[in-house]
């Protein structure tokens, strides 16, 4: 086929081979980059692996004590035989559905997070921050914990243009990151963020924040300006370059779970034009020309081409490699670029689309919500916060690793990572994803802010799916084989967003040299480590 003779390839395929996914996550808050899907229905399911949060201590929380916190919030408190608490009490991933947490606080404002955490002070119950509540490790819920959710601050606000104007918007911490979107396109403007659609915008910016339009406009967490947060003493905090500067260096990068629980944040905004996607596959037996190729390509690409390079296989399958980019530059320019690639890899795409889409249009693409009929459908369904009635997104079962690559991989390590692939065990499958990086990304200085991973080329993250209410043992098996396998090729960090509760140096992994200085605010904000949880600074 002729590199220039495209052919059609529907919106859910496309968002399903690329940035589709809700897998790509973090702890505390727990919201998503990108990364990508395998959408699997719902259903209980036994956890097993990682390091869920399990409380032993004494708790003295009852029901009897919960009612009086009932009557002190203005929000909702949805306790434990209630008919919400079966919607209230889940997270994203099926895997922790075993769970137990004490209750849910849907706090309405600051004032009920202070009386949420005054309760917790008194009864020694534990808590846990939970957003849009897709923590990898599960951290945003736990065993006897208070969930303390702030999906009903939500609102977004946006004042001028982009950027380059001046343009700024002020986003609750509860707001889930469609909504985000669709709120901001409607004054002509984003924010650099992630693609699935029911991720929290607090977790995704306080852990870095990678998206489609990153190596353009930055990670999420560098066009914060400012963050407003309650600390575990209940003192109301705002963060930024004039005023407790140390802790709004840690916030963007290390803030998820940390410091405090964020109840707004302040953006630059930027020019969210027209978008261009492509999407294009080649037989497996030229994927190793593909990533060779792509690995050269994609980091060196103009600042406004992002692209992701994705290996999936099933179990007794035929594994697939395809190459996914989005642009903001113009159809004709990222055509030449995908010319380009297919000129280095030596063979023509097997099939390949272009499209140009609205900038809303493109997000809703990559959230797998395009085909929707209604904009309430792009949410989880139920009638809590942050869910809608509406809603006709499923929630996935899953575990995931990452890594950062300083450099391309040698012949030796593509036959690695194709092995992988090729060997893949579990019901459901896996996949691995690289993304490029570079761009606005790096020219940030490592030191600037707790995110550090400001000199790698490309991004990895493995994917093991299982069918909810199975042990998924085989699959999670092949995940620490294949991380294990490609960690001799890589930087030794990890992505902070995408919580790995299996690393035991996750300190220097996910904060290289900024571990130290957060250690010492983590004193100084929260003293009593207050906010604790497996991986907690």
């Known amino acids: 086929m002729e590199r220039r003779t495209f052919i059609g390839t529907t919106a859910a395929t496309l968002a399903a081979a690329t940035v589709a996914g809700c897998t790509g996550t973090k702890a505390g808050t727990g919201a998503a ?7 699997t229905g719902t259903g209980t399911s036994t956890h097993t692996g990682g390091t869920p949060i399990r409380t032993s201590s004494a708790a003295s929380s009852s029901p009897a004590t919960l009612k009086a916190l009932a009557r002190d919030l203005d929000g909702t408190l949805v306790q434990p035989g209630q008919a919400k608490w079966a919607a209230a009490r889940q997270l994203y991933n099926t895997r922790y559905d075993d769970l137990k947490p004490t209750a849910v606080a849907y ?38 914990r208070l969930i303390i959710d702030v999906s009903k601050l939500s609102k977004t606000r946006a004042s001028g243009g982009s950027a380059v104007i001046g343009g700024s918007a002020v986003i609750g911490g509860g707001a889930k990151l469609i909504d985000v979107y669709r709120s901001l396109a409607a004054k002509g403007v984003t924010i650099p963020a992630g693609s699935c659609p029911t991720v929290g915008i607090s977790g995704l910016t306080l852990g870095g924040g990678h998206g489609v339009v990153s190596r353009a406009y930055g990670l999420t967490c560098d066009s914060l300006t400012s963050a407003t947060l309650v600390t575990a003493d209940g003192k109301q905090l705002t963060a930024s370059k004039s005023e407790h500067k140390d802790l709004f260096w840690a916030l963007r990068g290390a803030g998820n779970g940390q410091f405090g629980i964020v109840t707004e944040l302040t953006y630059r905004t930027h020019a969210a034009p027209q978008g261009v996607s492509a999407y294009m596959t ?6 190793a020309a593909v990533i060779k190729a792509w690995q050269e390509w994609g980091p060196d690409q103009p600042d406004e081409i992002w692209s992701s390079a994705h290996l999936a296989n099933t179990p007794g399958g035929t594994p697939t490699v395809s190459v996914a980019c989005f642009s903001l530059g113009t159809y004709g320019e990222l055509q030449n670029a995908v010319d380009r690639l297919a000129d280095k890899i030596g063979a023509p795409a097997r099939s390949v689309s272009l499209k140009r889409r609205t900038y809303e249009e493109s997000m809703e693409v990559y959230a797998g919500c395009s085909s929707f009929s209604a904009d309430a459908q792009c949410h989880l369904p139920g009638t809590t916060p942050g869910r809608s009635p ?25 036959r690695t990572l194709l092995s992988q692939i090729e060997n893949v065990t579990g019901a459901s499958g896996g996949s691995i994803a690289l993304t490029a990086l570079g761009g606005a990304i790096n020219r940030v200085d490592p030191t600037a802010t707790a995110f550090v991973h400001r000199r790698s ?13 199975t042990s998924g043992s085989p699959a999670r098996a092949w995940l620490k084989k294949a991380h294990g396998a490609m960690g001799r090729h890589a930087s030794g ?3 902070q967003n995408y919580t790995d509760s299996t690393l035991t140096n996750w300190r220097e992994a996910y904060y290289g040299a900024a571990a130290p200085r957060l250690k010492k605010l983590k004193k100084q904000y929260d003293p009593t480590r207050f906010f604790d949880f497996p991986q907690a600074l």
């Not at 202070?114 to 020694?124: G, Q, S, V």
């Not at 509406?390 to 593509?414: V, W």
């Not at 080329?457 to 209410?469: C, E, F, H, P």
């Open 33 to 39: 980059a990108s990364g990508s899907s395998t959408r």
């Open 107 to 144: 706090v309405a404002h600051p004032d009920d997070i202070r009386t949420a955490l005054a309760y917790a002070r008194a009864h020694r119950t534990k808590v846990a921050i939970r957003n849009g509540g897709h923590s990898y490790a599960g951290w945003s819920s736990g065993d006897g």
């Open 282 to 287: 080649w037989p497996w037996s030229k994927a």
């Open 390 to 414: 509406q809603g006709a997104l499923k929630r996935e079962t899953y575990a995931a690793s990452s890594d950062f690559f300083d450099r391309s991989l040698s012949a030796t390590g593509i």
């Open 457 to 469: 080329r490309m991004l990895a993250q493995y994917i093991a799916s299982w069918r909810a209410g």
């Open 493 to 495: 960090a990890a992505y």
